[in-house]
T-cell receptor, first 110, second 115 residues
Framework: RKEVEQDPGPFNVPEGATVAFNCTYSNSASQSFFWYRQDCRKEPKLLMS???SGNEDGRFTAQLNRASQYISLLIRDSKLSDSATYLC???????????FGTGTRLTVIP | SQTIHQWPATLVQPVGSPLSLECTVE??????LYWYRQAAGRGLQLLFY??????ISSEVPQNLSASRPQDRQFILSSKKLLLSDSGFYLCAWALGGAHLQETQYFGPGTRLLVL
């Protein structure tokens, strides 16, 4: 079983739509969670960390559900520039590596 | 601010040839350093990580090796490339030492095609 699993998509949504991605993790000891964004043929870039209480950054909201072992990313008012692959990441605090999901591809359509 | 460099950006090599990819980090000291490979349409696979000069941990058995000759330099090597070594190689850094933190920041990557 993979440490982190996410729906590969693709998610095709119109501009202005709200879209949500979920990701599940298998290790209940995981403490650190992140969402990264990866554009085609580019490196992953940190989008946001995910805190226990949930956190928001503009149009993006991340939430953690420890009981069900999943994290989510909500994107409101989708823009064409949001088109990318979103990587879910989890790991244990202080560990020397993180586990990356295979990514969920999002395409925002005009 | 911190920056991370990788080179070359792209590389086409014949099977059986050697490989050397370089990664350097600026603006931080004693970082944790990582090498990942991303095969086409697949997730990131951690290959090696390092918490200090000369300290290398390997995550998967392979024909690749890594070295850290200087604090902010991380090198990925192979003596003989295989077709299966093709992929997108990413170097990443994270705060280490007393400031151990998990967030990793990636370099621009090297796209390797073995023919």
């Amino acid at each position: 079983r993979k440490e982190v699993e996410q729906d590969p998509g693709p998610f095709n949504v119109p501009e202005g739509a709200t879209v949500a991605f979920n990701c599940t993790y298998s290790n209940s000891a995981s403490q650190s969670f992140f969402w990264y964004r990866q554009d085609c043929r580019k490196e992953p870039k940190l989008l946001m960390s995910v805190y226990s209480s949930g956190n928001e950054d503009g149009r993006f909201t991340a939430q953690l559900n420890r009981a069900s072992q999943y994290i989510s990313l909500l994107i409101r008012d989708s823009k064409l520039s949001d088109s990318a692959t979103y990587l879910c990441v989890g790991g244990q605090t202080g560990a020397n590596n993180l586990f990356f999901g295979t990514g969920t591809r999002l395409t925002v359509i005009p | 601010s911190q920056t991370i460099h990788q080179w070359p950006a792209t590389l086409v090599q014949p099977v059986g040839s050697p490989l050397s990819l370089e990664c350097t980090v600026e603006g931080t000291s004693n970082p944790n350093l990582y090498w990942y490979r991303q095969a086409a349409g697949r997730g990131l696979q951690l290959l090696f990580y390092s918490v200090g000069i000369g300290q290398i941990s390997s995550e998967v058995p392979q024909n690749l090796s890594a070295s850290r000759p200087q604090d902010r330099q991380f090198i990925l090597s192979s003596k003989k490339l295989l077709l299966s070594d093709s992929g997108f190689y990413l170097c990443a850094w994270a705060l280490g030492g007393a400031h151990l933190q998990e967030t990793q920041y990636f370099g621009p990557g090297t796209r390797l095609l073995v023919l």
